[in-house]
């Protein structure tokens, strides 16, 4: 009958056309998977993208060098630049553990990177957990720039924080790092010296830099203990009279006053 017929046309017809739309939705979507990036599909010079991803950088459009970066490595995985730029965009971008992870890759494209492994060494510097890797990084970098005293003095720091006395006091003692020693830095090369056993470079330490006119109460305080421990109260009794002035209820130093006197 007609109506049956007319039926099962328009049921064709519906599938033909859902078909037809099925695979021409495929087909876009297998493009705009498949398709690659612009800058790419365009033949840029990679040195031009790369130059494009700085100018980002520079302008502090993070996000976007952040893109521009990670493009070029899609095409071009093996571009110590473009590893590098998106490592320093992370770290722009406040992510430190994110930077560490994208430096590691750098030096990963290349073992003796120095600043991939002087950024890998301040980043890690930063936590606790992470000193021994500061540490091992920082060693790297001083193997290829043994000149940094910047890079031997945060190399103390990490020694001392880690209760590494013996090798704390050697980093410190580099002569570079003579003007260069803040006063925190002052009181953990003391003891560091004083807890590697290093009791009279510590002692001859103290009395330059209380010569030279620092006032701290914490280093006459240690250079009047070092007195006090070889019992010579000669010395140590004036130092502990002039710190009960400016601080008389310390009981440090009560303590020990009362002793030797």
């Known amino acids: 009958p007609f109506p049956v017929r007319a039926n099962l046309i328009i049921v064709l017809f519906l599938g033909m056309l859902l078909s037809a739309f099925g695979v021409a939705g495929y087909v876009l979507l297998k493009t705009s998977v498949l398709a690659p990036a612009p800058a790419v599909a365009a033949n840029i010079p990679m040195g031009q993208l790369l130059a494009d991803a700085e100018e980002l950088l520079r302008k502090q ?4 060098a952040l893109l521009a970066y990670r493009r070029i490595l899609t095409s071009n995985p093996r571009s110590l630049e473009a590893q590098m730029g998106l490592a320093r965009a992370e770290l722009e971008a406040g992510r430190e553990a994110l930077a560490a992870e994208e430096y590691e890759r750098a030096l990963y494209l290349e073992p003796h990177n120095s600043l991939a492994l002087l950024q890998l060494a301040q980043i890690y510097s930063h936590q606790p957990r992470t000193w021994k890797l ?6 790297g970098y001083l193997a290829l720039r043994a000149d940094d005293a910047g890079a031997q003095l945060q190399l103390a720091r990490v020694l001392s924080w880690q209760g590494k006395w013996k090798e704390a006091a050697e980093a410190y003692s580099s002569p570079g790092l003579a003007k260069m ?3 925190e830095d002052q009181r953990n090369y003391v003891s560091a010296l004083v807890k590697s056993g290093q009791n009279d470079r510590a002692e001859a330490l103290l009395k330059r830099l209380l010569g030279e006119g620092s006032r701290d109460f914490e280093l006459t305080l240690q250079l009047a203990s070092l007195y ?5 109260w000669d010395s140590a009794l004036p130092l502990y009279r002039s710190l009960l002035q400016e601080k008389p209820h310390d009981p440090r130093v009560n303590l020990t006053y ?4």
């Open 181 to 183: 020693l803040a006063l």
């Open 258 to 261: 009362g002793v030797g006197l």
């Open 61 to 64: 459009q993070t996000e976007q």
């Open 228 to 232: 006090a421990a070889r019992r010579n």
């Open 134 to 139: 500061a540490e091992a990084r920082f060693r």
